[in-house]
């Protein structure tokens, strides 16, 4: 347990950080907004870019572990969305964040270094893979399901034509594939802006996770409370289950893969789920507060799955 306290721990106090600076006005009522936008323009593009640009691209294409990744992903958002539709209705993007908390895990900040504490360096890359992947293509869908909801009333194809046209103005987007694209090229960033993406990049989780909770100040914890339970023991159960699923009983896969695609399922809701609904002002409350009790609640959670695959 001592491990995983030591990652998620962190990640939990620069919330409560927040929180207390945001109770006591230290940075005044708009620095929330200020940061999250600072957070969506600039540091997570800085991030993407210098992050998507030091894959090998060719490394990416494992396949069974992507079909283990995203089946899990995929599962769990299917199964969040019409428990959400039924029981929770809301308008299509509200829907959609709901989806995006229920399966976007904090690869990042918290899913490397437990890969890493695990398995050493062998788990560099089913991390970065799982990064990948939440930051291009579930940031995609998300994206176009949203923007799909904005765009309602042009009818059509109008709808499509600017639903992409939205994804493709998102800087989270562009600039993870402008970062993937130079890989693919093998074109290396120069030295002065590599250091320059680096330094704001570092920024990105810190200020993201700051910035909810300064949101929930003033806010209720328990409204939405069914809702919220619901995404939680999605997240941190089922998309673990879905995942292990496909990755011990169908999926031939090494075992340092298998079981980092598990743990990868499941990490709790990553904070850019909170970025891109605050971005929007839809579904903001409930993503944060799943963001928070996932958090907290996977202490338990990711110790109890380590014990079970043989880590401690």
Known sequence: MDA???VVLPVFGIMLAGYACGRFNVLGESSGEALNAFVYYVSLPALFLVSMSRVEVSQIFNIPYLLAIGGGMLGTFGIAMLIATYLFPNRLGALGL???TAIFSNTGYMGIPILL???G???TMPGVIATVLNGTVVLAVATVIIE????QK???LAILRNAFAGVFKSPLVVSALAGLLLSAVEFPLPGALATFCDLLAATAGPCALFAMGLFMVGRSFTAGAGEISILVSLKLILQPIITAWLAYGVMDMEPIWAASAVIMGALPTGALA???AQRYGIYTQRSTAAIMISTLLSVVTLTVLLNILGIS
């Open 117 to 119: 504490l695990a398995f």
């Open 154 to 156: 042009s009818g059509g």
């Open 4 to 6: 995983v306290l030591n």
């Open 148 to 151: 799909i909801d904005l765009n």
């Open 98 to 100: 709901n989806g995006l």
């Open 121 to 123: 360096d062998r788990a």
């Open 274 to 276: 909170f970025v891109l």
